[in-house]
């Protein structure tokens, strides 16, 4: 078993900054790789960016520039720096651990972006 606790999120304005956390615990072996979803009112989940195990990153391209996500390997924990932040950054953020073929979830923080 694999529980994933988010932390951070809240409330921001329009160029401010948030930062996510994320910390694993549990049955984790190596290689993994973390990585942050979203999901806005009325839309899919969507990938914001990942991080694999050799420090390869994808970023979706609308956070590219903006977010920033690292890992601590020896908390098994997972970052998400955002900053610029604009209206459309408002989701539920959802943490993600992929080990092989297995994936487990977080249960959501929301970030709103709100002038």
């Known amino acids: 078993q694999v529980q994933l606790v988010e932390s951070g999120g809240g409330l921001g304005q329009p160029g401010e900054s948030l930062t996510l956390s994320c910390a694993a615990s549990?049955?984790?072996?190596?290689?993994?790789?973390m990585g942050w979803y979203r999901q806005a009112p009325g839309k899919q989940r969507e990938l914001v960016a990942r991080?694999?195990?050799?420090?390869?990153?994808v970023y979706t391209s609308s956070v590219r520039g903006r977010f920033t996500i690292s890992r601590d390997n020896a908390k098994t924990t997972v970052y998400l720096q955002m900053n610029s932040l604009k209206l459309e950054d408002t989701a539920v953020y959802y943490c993600?651990?992929?080990?092989?073929?297995?994936?487990?979830w977080g249960q959501g923080t929301q970030v709103t972006v709100s002038s």
């Open positions: 993600n651990l992929v080990i092989t073929t297995y994936n487990y």
């Open positions: 991080i694999s195990s050799g420090g390869t990153i």
């Open positions: 549990g049955s984790i072996s190596s290689p993994y790789s």
